[in-house]
């Protein structure tokens, strides 16, 4: 929101919409966006390489987060 | 708004993962350590039994980073990523549920960081409790998986349904009463969810290896002792050891409640941090205008600040 400068002490702030404000369908999509990369992140963090995995049977991720993935309370070997 | 709201949950999250990575330096990797050491000490033992014996050795697991790239790095992003995406996730939550109810935001935050660490990892823990390296057959890692995800997503939905049923209730009923009811009927739910899901130690896969070295049944996986099973004495390593036994001991019980301990606490620093953190940075982008840049309307301070009303007792 901007406010014109006028000439006086009390200029009065010209009613906008914020250059911020996103569409309906574009807070969806960003609330989708994060929901899934959240939920991304907890699936490599806790899952993967052990009891499913995405990219073959390699145990790259499971081994390199393997302490906070005992830690964190996931079932691990 | 949004972007900048979830960027601020992420934050918070990132901040909490950093303290639980020191916190997990100094309290949980010389507990990981000990039980790493009890583990690759039950191995030999149990593969030499086992080839003594004309059994099947088990493999060994890889061994792809060593124990410095674990518990440093490793152990940094794990945590990190968890705190960071469930900081992500409750700011989702709070942009979802703001304006519904009649609390400040950060009452709101709270409230849903108290729900995410109930949901996501208390109420599971209860069943299936963290484990140390050591603890967990290779063999059982689906079913584990699944039990533990069943796990957490219901107790997500019993605990929301709870909330729900509470508010609900307190329609016709005073708040006390509402709350108490559905406090039961929470507790009746969540009593037959870990009555029905099965113990680990009663998956099939374990009740078909008690007839192997190290194996005994048992609620749980915690390595049992290891005794001679068989009914002829057994000699390894120069040592002959008589039909029942002892061999290795079972995994020290003070080693587990450790890191058990350790696991809880670490999770309430967790949730604690990013609740009172992603809060307060909340609320303060909230009082400066949430849409505009501080320093555009600095000198005519807004009177109402905050999005959501305000209690006024």
Redesign the interface.
């Known amino acids: 929101?901007?406010?014109i400068p006028l000439h006086g002490a009390n200029p009065v702030p010209e009613i906008s919409i914020?250059p911020?404000?996103?569409s309906r369908g574009r807070?969806l999509a960003?609330?989708s966006i994060?929901?899934f990369?959240?939920?991304a992140?907890?699936y490599?963090?806790?899952?993967d390489e052990?009891?499913?995995s995405l990219f073959g049977k390699t145990?790259?991720i499971h081994?390199?987060?393997?302490?906070?993935?005992?830690?964190?309370?996931?079932?691990?070997? | 708004m949004e972007i900048r709201t979830i960027l601020r949950g992420a934050g918070a999250g990132a901040i909490a993962g950093v303290l639980a990575f020191v916190f997990a330096r100094i309290f949980a990797e010389p507990v990981i350590n000990k039980a790493i050491d009890y583990e690759s000490g039950r191995d030999d033992v149990l593969a030499a039994l086992n080839k003594a014996a004309g059994r099947t050795v088990a493999p060994d697991g890889p061994e792809i980073f060593s124990r410095g790239i674990q518990s440093t790095v490793g152990i940094a992003t794990g945590l990190i990523a968890f705190s960071a995406a469930m900081g992500a996730l409750l700011a989702v939550a709070y942009l979802v549920m703001h304006g519904r109810f009649r609390i400040r935001p950060r009452a709101l935050v709270w409230m849903l960081a108290a729900y995410g660490f109930f949901g996501v990892f208390l109420l599971p823990y209860v069943k299936y409790p963290a484990n140390p390296p050591a603890i967990g057959h290779t063999f059982t890692i689906v079913q584990r998986g699944h039990l533990y995800l069943v796990m957490v997503a219901a107790s997500l939905i019993l605990l929301a349904a709870a909330v729900v049923l509470a508010r609900r209730l307190a329609r016709r009923y005073t708040m006390t009463t509402a709350v108490v009811i559905s406090a039961v009927a929470f507790l009746v739910g969540y009593g037959v969810l870990i009555g029905l899901l099965p113990s680990l130690g009663d998956l099939s896969a374990n009740v078909a290896a008690t007839n192997q070295f190290g194996y005994a049944r048992a609620a749980t996986e915690t390595p049992q002792p290891i005794v001679n099973i068989l009914s002829t004495p057994i000699t390894v390593g120069g040592v002959t050891y008589q039909p029942g036994q002892l061999v290795y001991p079972g995994f020290d019980a003070d080693v587990l409640w450790k890191f058990r301990w350790y696991s809880l606490l670490n999770q309430v620093l967790i949730w604690t941090t990013i609740a009172l953190v992603f809060g307060a940075l909340l609320e303060r982008f909230l009082a400066a205008g949430g849409r505009q840049k501080k320093n555009k309307r600095a000198e005519t301070p807004t009177p109402a600040p905050t999005e959501e009303p305000v209690p006024t007792a």
């Not at chain 1, 490599?44 to 899952?47: C, I, Y």
């Not at chain 1, 393997?66 to 079932?75: E, I, K, Q």
């Open positions: 929101m901007t406010s914020s911020e404000a996103l807070v960003i609330l994060t929901v990369l959240a939920l992140a907890y490599f963090v806790g899952v052990g009891m499913t145990m790259v081994e390199w987060v393997h302490d906070s993935r005992h830690f964190l309370g996931f079932p691990c070997h």
